[in-house]
């Protein structure tokens, strides 16, 4: 099946729904026990999504734009691309001023802050050129490969460029997304306590990729390091079965509870694949949606924020289930309007 947005019949069922959900604007929605429920997606720029057609009208065509419509639409983003090169703290600014004054944004933490790796060609030309000549010529590193000074230095500038956003009060959450080989340890509970100790006060959320994290013998011990540490659990909808997948559990560590829709394509979660967009390909329907509605219910029992993150951005995939989710959240009467 063609990649292209417009060879998907996919794509054509996402639409045809989207119109039945309705294109106006998704507010932040307030649950029983006046908890915030924010709903929206981990792109508004992935190259299916702003196909023509797909998603954006037609003359919003500039990233500027883009953003401004999106903005109009949704009250949360999440900005992936801050995981593969540190932004520049004017590209925090621009965001913050392209957005309503009640928009958040969760932000990524690049590779290194999480334990993976990152292309040395992308990393910001003051910590690249100090690297040492042997590891300059890597073409990834680890946190691991770089002196101190230098990892301090890459934390250093990645929080720097998110303070325009936590200035003007668009700082949603830093999420820490840790890869499947970071396992319960206490190499890795050091490893998530110096990163709590690096944020400062910022507010920041974990997500882990290893079931063992959530298992029987393990769950209170890893739900107890986050809440010691003032960081939200990312609860998750994923394919299931696999080394990778951590059940969808929910769990509130402090005021903050994240959801993130990563979509069910198990053959394409763990293996390696042409485009990353294959990976998320998928278009919840209406009975999977509705599964979450008792646990978004269960988490505005017990947190004040919570965040609805659908990283299913394939063309408008994304924008469909959220829209979907919102509308089903007001009739079900979990929020009110």
Excluded at 55 to 63: E, L, Q, R, S
Excluded at 191 to 209: H, K, M, Q, S, T
Aim: hydrophobic residues 40%; aromatic residues 8%; charged residues 25%.
């Amino acid at each position: 099946m063609s990649d292209e947005p417009s060879h998907d019949p996919g794509a054509a069922e996402a639409m045809r729904r989207s119109e039945a959900a309705g294109a106006g604007e998704i507010p932040v929605l307030r649950a029983a026990h006046d908890a915030h429920i924010r709903i929206g997606t981990a792109s508004w720029t992935d190259p299916t999504m702003v196909a023509p057609g797909v998603f954006y009208p037609d003359g919003v065509a500039t990233p500027e734009a883009r953003l401004r419509y999106y903005a109009s639409r949704f009250p949360l983003v999440e900005v992936d691309s801050t995981y593969y090169a540190i932004p520049a703290r004017r590209m925090g600014a621009i965001w913050a001023e392209r957005t309503p004054e009640h928009f958040l944004f969760n932000i990524k933490a690049h590779a290194l802050m999480t334990g993976q790796p990152t292309e040395t060609s992308r990393l910001p030309n003051a910590i690249r050129e100090a690297l040492p000549g042997s590891v300059r010529e890597k073409s990834r590193l680890y946190a691991k490969d770089l002196p101190p000074e230098l990892l301090d230095l890459a934390w250093t500038m990645f929080l720097d460029a998110l303070e325009p956003l936590r200035s003007a009060g668009k700082l949603g959450a830093i999420l820490l997304q840790y890869p499947r080989w970071v396992r319960p340890s206490r190499a890795s509970a050091a490893l998530i306590e110096d990163a709590r100790r690096r944020l400062g006060d910022r507010p920041a959320a974990v997500e882990f990729r290893h079931r063992d994290w959530l298992a029987d013998g393990t769950r209170d011990r890893t739900l107890a390091l986050l809440q010691r540490n003032g960081l939200a659990y990312v609860c998750v909808d994923e394919p299931q079965g696999l080394e990778s997948s951590v059940p969808p559990a929910t769990a509130v560590t402090n005021r903050l509870a994240i959801v993130r829709f990563h979509g069910r394509r198990a053959a394409f979660w763990e293996g390696p694949v042409a485009k990353v967009s294959e990976r998320f390909r998928y278009l919840y329907d209406a009975a999977q949606l509705d599964e979450w509605l008792p646990r978004i219910a269960e988490l505005a029992d017990r947190a004040e924020e919570i965040h609805l993150v659908f990283n299913n951005c394939y063309a408008n995939y994304g924008t469909t289930n959220a829209a979907e989710l919102a509308g089903m959240l007001i009739d079900g009467r979990t929020v009110g309007e």
